[in-house]
């Protein structure tokens, strides 16, 4: 069994910065691609970020230019920095990871979620 773990996310004020961080433990082959998705309140989740495992990004015309996600493949970690933070960032923040398995099938799986509450 894989387990994510979130950390880092709080209460900014607008223009503030945040480090999201998710750590992923367990049993496992290799990790693929690892995403944040974020839930605003009342809303659906939504991508915001991908990272690869040689280091190819993707990014949310939203946060563009704003955010940045890295990962140490060594310590099977994904982070999200984010910075110039805006009141509609405000959201759970929920780290995904596409997980190779011993057996070398393929899994997905899901952190708890952090939320992030940007104030105006």
């Known amino acids: 069994q894989v387990q994510l773990v979130e950390s880092g996310g709080g209460l900014v004020q607008a223009g503030g910065s945040l480090r999201l961080s998710c750590a992923a433990s367990g049993s496992f082959a290799s990790i693929k691609t690892m995403n944040w998705y974020r839930q605003p309140p009342g809303s659906q989740r939504d991508l915001v970020a991908s990272?690869?495992?040689?280091?190819?990004?993707k990014y949310a015309d939203s946060v563009k230019g704003r955010f940045t996600i890295s990962r140490d493949n060594a310590k099977n970690t994904v982070h999200l920095q984010m910075n110039s933070l805006k009141p509609e960032d405000t959201a759970v923040y929920y780290c995904y990871a596409n997980v190779v398995a011993l057996s070398m099938y393929t899994f997905q799986y899901w952190g708890q979620g952090t939320q992030v509450t940007v104030s105006s």
């Open positions: 990272i690869t495992t040689d280091g190819t990004t």
